[in-house]
């Protein structure tokens, strides 16, 4: 007999990745936790009929002879699988594209950082040629739609965008698929993003801009995730993480949502025993007091946040500078020669303005070529310290809507960080 199973609090990606390897590798049963995430729960309820699944209490554990395991790599998320963990004659599988090593050694594992477990899946069914029912197709989209935020995380990978137009030539319908992705916002829901919003507060850690919510929330409360995300977007911040926490159980579910590259959730969740995606994670915990928990995520995001990056790493220097006395035709020619598009301005040692090709439009007479640049310059220039980082830069430019930043350090212009080097930066183009 062989079985396959996944996570507890089951999403689509895993029961979209169970039900595809009962398709791909036939004569696999499905075996699902008895806890769902409410957005399952509500599918199954009404197409139950259509997949044959089991409980753990209904296998007969003796008569097992492979386990799959899809879209989770540790014993810990399985529910009731003790009884095979120690098996040596058991053939063994996992299916997964979490990152982190796991605790399942596998005798065949099929793991890779795509942004779904689903696509993994729907690899093994294209290769094997099988037919899918549009209710199946419709189920294995919403798998990749649900863990890679309709293909728009970062870590979507081409593979789950081609295996998304596969399933969308087998007539997956996208709007049974939306119903059901649409998560569950009701009258206590509301209540407590109004709380949060009441009591919000915004931190800066590592140049990110970070809001931690401690939230009283009485017993079982599904769909938290869509508050953290509402509050995150309400509130402006890179990120949001929300300890809800049950005072009478000693419990707390930590929900982090992210929508910067710049810190990666899932890890700092990981790290707090959870898991996740750069953009999305959660963990529970329990007999730790909200405040503890809050002090460790704020310690966690300060060791390791990847927003730490100095402007210092990437501007471009030596930097070339003008006086105010310098004629605008001479400052022209600098620019060309140098092809650089901005050139600080300088009077005995501090930089008191800005000159870039911009305000050449000014110019209006030949003449005026012949005028200081202290006639055109930009005053009340915007500088960074060398140990700013570049995130806090990036909104530097945007915000005052600049090209480029002095890096300034005890008066002294260090370099600049221009547009093209904060891209450079973003689109992952730096020389290693
Ligand atoms: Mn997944």
Request: hydrophobic share 45%; proline share 5%; glycine share 8%.
């Amino acid at each position: 007999m062989q079985i396959v199973t996944t996570h507890k609090n089951t999403d689509f990606d895993a029961l979209a990745s169970v039900i595809a390897a009962t398709l791909a590798f036939p004569g696999t049963l499905a075996v699902l936790p008895r806890t769902l995430n409410a957005n399952v729960k509500a599918f199954l309820s009404i197409h139950k009929d259509l997949f044959e699944t089991l409980t753990a209490a209904e296998v007969p554990f003796e008569k097992v002879s492979r386990l799959i395991v899809v879209d989770a790599n540790s014993w810990g998320r399985l529910e009731r699988m003790e009884a095979l963990k120690d098996r040596a004659d058991l053939d063994l599988w996992v299916i997964d594209h979490h990152r982190d090593a796991g605790t399942i050694a596998a005798r065949r594992r099929i793991v890779e950082a795509v942004g779904a477990t689903t696509t993994l899946l729907v690899r093994e069914l294209r290769a094997a040629r099988k037919v899918l029912t549009p209710m199946q197709a419709t189920l294995f989209l919403a798998g990749i739609y649900e863990d890679t935020g309709h293909l728009s995380f970062p870590s979507t990978r081409a593979e789950d965008a081609y295996a998304a137009a596969w399933l969308l030539e087998r007539r997956a319908d996208l709007d049974i698929l939306n119903r059901f992705l649409r998560p569950a916002y009701g009258e206590r829901h509301k209540a407590i993003l109004f709380r949060m919003l009441e009591h919000a507060r915004r931190t800066r850690v590592n140049g990110l801009r970070i809001s931690i919510q401690r939230t009283p929330v009485e017993g079982q409360l599904d769909g938290l995730a869509v508050v953290m995300r509402m509050y995150m977007e309400i509130l402006g911040v890179d990120a949001a993480f929300g300890i809800f926490h049950d005072p009478a159980a000693e419990r707390a579910m930590v929900i982090g949502r992210s929508q910067s590259d710049g810190l990666d959730v899932g890890a700092v969740l990981r790290r707090l025993g959870g898991g996740g995606h750069p953009r999305a994670g959660s963990a529970h915990l329990r007999h730790l007091s909200p405040e503890e928990i809050e002090r460790r995520i704020l310690e966690i995001i300060r060791q390791g946040g990847r927003g730490a990056v100095p402007v210092a790493d990437l501007m471009s220097y030596p930097v070339w500078t003008v006086s105010p006395a310098t004629p605008m035709e001479e400052a022209a020619a600098l620019l060309r020669e140098k092809g650089i598009t901005g050139i600080p301005v300088v009077d005995e040692g501090r930089i008191v303005g800005m000159i870039s090709r911009r305000d050449f439009r000014k110019v209006r007479k030949p003449a005026q070529l012949r005028a200081p640049v202290r006639a055109f310059m930009a005053n009340g220039i915007v500088t960074v310290p060398p140990e700013e980082d570049v995130q806090e830069a990036a909104r530097l430019l945007v915000k005052h809507d600049i090209g480029r930043l002095p890096v300034v350090k005890d008066g002294r212009i260090l370099g600049i960080l221009t547009r093209s080097d904060v891209m450079r930066y973003f689109y992952d183009l730096l020389p290693d």
